[in-house]
Structures are given as structure tokens and as C-alpha cells.
């Protein structure tokens, strides 16, 4: 049971244009989300996070968005550049049994073309 | 402060031997947390480790385990290797107070022939 769904495997997008990652939870107990960057041969590394009582975060060109009644999130990056390509893990934090859980999505694979 | 630090980076297998992969967190973290990734399933949660002490474990089979040493780092280790278990391995460290932001090592790559 996948309470954290990347439903789009990969995504194509120009430089210079907004990528779009979405990402859908189940568990209207997740009281933090994520997401996290991974480049091949390398570990993921964490890009930009929103609490439940927020609908939107914004870090440079990394804005996360949250609709808490649809259960969606989705990270917008613009303008994108081909350095942005990489796999995007989106994630969400449950406070359970005394301490935090967190939970991945598949990822995306973004691909920023010139 | 030096990152999280996974050895070896590369492991080659057969099939029904076990192997033992190595995590040394970020000086000052206590938890450690066990990944499995694999293309279209994302990170897969193995188990996590606070202070010595598993406190949560994924749903894997009883042949993937752990432990976690006073210095804080960690092994996991896999006994009987299937297919299946070819994968990268990640391990992440967190002060284990908060853990919403985990910091990832860069993993160890198993090919299981």
C-alpha cells in the first residue's frame, strides 16, 4: 500500500520553462512533507520541505505547493535548468510510536533539454 | 563535518551468499535508517536504528537485518541472497530527535549474479 504516489515516472521539460512534479499521499495524518533531489551514483540530497499548516514554501527557484483537501503536492521549479536533472523524491513525515516516520514516493525522473 | 559514509560502493554476489554492508553516520547522529532502491520503486524503508535500538522496521523478509554499534554506526547485513536483491542499499542519518531531514550516504550498489 503506497501511501506516497509519484505518478508520473518522468517528465521532459525545456530549459528555461517551469517543471512540474506532482505527488499524492493517502494519510491525512502526514504532518510534514519533502522533497529530495538524487543525481545518479550519488545519495539523495534535500531540496525544500512545507509543513501540514502551510499550502506553500518557496526557496529560490524551488516552490512546493500543498492542497491539503485533494491530498496533493506538487514542487514547481522555474525557471529549469539542465543542472536540475535528476530524480525528485517527494516524502512525507508521520509522528507514529514516539517518533517521526518517513515515507518515500517512487520519484521522477526530471530532464531539463536545452 | 564529514557526510554519511557507505562501504563498499560497489558489491558483486551470487546467488545464496550473504554480505555485509558498513554506514557511519554524520558525527553527533543517532539514527540510522536503511534504504532500498530500485528503478520504479523508490526508496523502500528497510529499518531504523536510535541509540543501538531498532525502533522501526520495514517490510522486508527476516534475511535483511541489522544492527547499530555505540559509535553510533551501522551494518546491515543479508543473508541467502536472492536476484531480486540487486539494488542500491542507501543509509541516511538523522540527530534521531526530529528526523524530518535525513542525510543521505551515497550508497553501496549490489549485484546479486
Known amino acids: 500500500d503506497q501511501q506516497v504516489k509519484q505518478n508520473s515516472p518522468s517528465l521532459s521539460v525545456q530549459e528555461g520553462r517551469i517543471s512540474i512534479l506532482n505527488c499524492d499521499y493517502t494519510?491525512?495524518?502526514?504532518?510534514?512533507f519533502l522533497w529530495y533531489k538524487k543525481y545518479p551514483a550519488e545519495g539523495p540530497t534535500f531540496l525544500i520541505s512545507?509543513?501540514?499548516?502551510?499550502d506553500k514554501n518557496e526557496d529560490g527557484r524551488f516552490t512546493v505547493f500543498l492542497n491539503k483537501s485533494a491530498k496533493h503536492l506538487s514542487l514547481h521549479i522555474v525557471p529549469s535548468q539542465p543542472g536540475d536533472s535528476a530524480v525528485y523524491f517527494c516524502?512525507?513525515?508521520?509522528?507514529?510510536?514516539?517518533?517521526?516516520?518517513?515515507?518515500f514516493g517512487a520519484g521522477t525522473r526530471l530532464a531539463v533539454h536545452p | 563535518k564529514a557526510g554519511v559514509t557507505q562501504t563498499p560502493r560497489y558489491l558483486i554476489k551470487t546467488r545464496g551468499q550473504q554480505v555485509t554492508l558498513s554506514c557511519s553516520p554524520i558525527?553527533?547522529?543517532?539514527?540510522v535508517s536503511w534504504y532500498q532502491q530500485t528503478p520504479g520503486q523508490g526508496l523502500q524503508f528497510l529499518f531504523e536504528?536510535?541509540?543501538?535500538?531498532?525502533?522501526n522496521k520495514g517490510n522486508f523478509p527476516g534475511r535483511f537485518s541489522g544492527r547499530q554499534f555505540s559509535n553510533s554506526r551501522s551494518e546491515m547485513n543479508v543473508s541467502t541472497l536472492e536476484l531480486g536483491d540487486s539494488a542500491l542499499y542507501l543509509c541516511?542519518?538523522?540527530?534521531?530527535?526530529?528526523?524530518?531531514?535525513?542525510?543521505f550516504g551515497s550508497g553501496t550498489q549490489l549485484s546479486v549474479l
Open positions: 558525527s553527533g547522529h543517532r539514527s
Open positions: 536504528y536510535f541509540s543501538e535500538t531498532q525502533r
Open positions: 541516511a542519518s538523522s540527530s534521531g530527535t526530529g528526523g524530518e531531514k535525513l542525510f
Open positions: 512545507i509543513s501540514s499548516i502551510k
Open positions: 516524502a512525507a513525515i508521520i509522528f507514529s510510536g514516539g517518533y517521526n516516520k518517513l515515507i
Open positions: 494519510n491525512s495524518m502526514f504532518d510534514y
